[in-house]
């Protein structure tokens, strides 16, 4: 059975730090790129960060909005895929799911979210 179990969403004030984690379970974890999206209320869903599956090369990208604050990471010994997200803002406030994407299988999942809360 697969699964993304994501962790580490909370209250937080604007300009404080979060580190989401994701681990998979199920899968050869190496063999997928990963990424972290978010849904706001009202909204839809959007790609946050996506990172590669690494081996010889592997790139991070970034939704404009979050670039200078937040990292995207990952550690395919732990089965782990990280966020670190600095300088929140009330604007990140969403529910932020883990993705796994097999870029030739076609093979896609999702975790079920953490939620993010950014208010003073």
């Known amino acids: 059975q697969v699964q993304l179990v994501e962790s580490g969403g909370g209250l937080v004030q604007p300009g404080g730090s979060l580190r989401l984690s994701c681990v998979g379970s199920g899968i050869i974890f190496s063999f997928y790129n990963m990424g972290w999206y978010r849904q706001a209320p009202g909204s839809q869903r959007e790609l946050v960060a996506k990172i590669t599956r690494g081996g010889n090369t592997n790139y991070a990208d970034y939704t404009d909005s979050v670039k200078g604050r937040f990292t995207i990471s990952r550690d395919n010994a732990k089965n782990t895929v990280y966020l670190q997200m600095n300088g929140l803002k009330p604007e990140d406030t969403a529910v932020y799911y883990c993705?796994?994407?097999?870029?030739?299988?076609?093979?896609?999942?999702w975790g079920q979210g953490t939620q993010v809360t950014v208010s003073s």
């Open positions: 993705n796994a994407d097999h870029p030739l299988r076609g093979e896609v999942y």
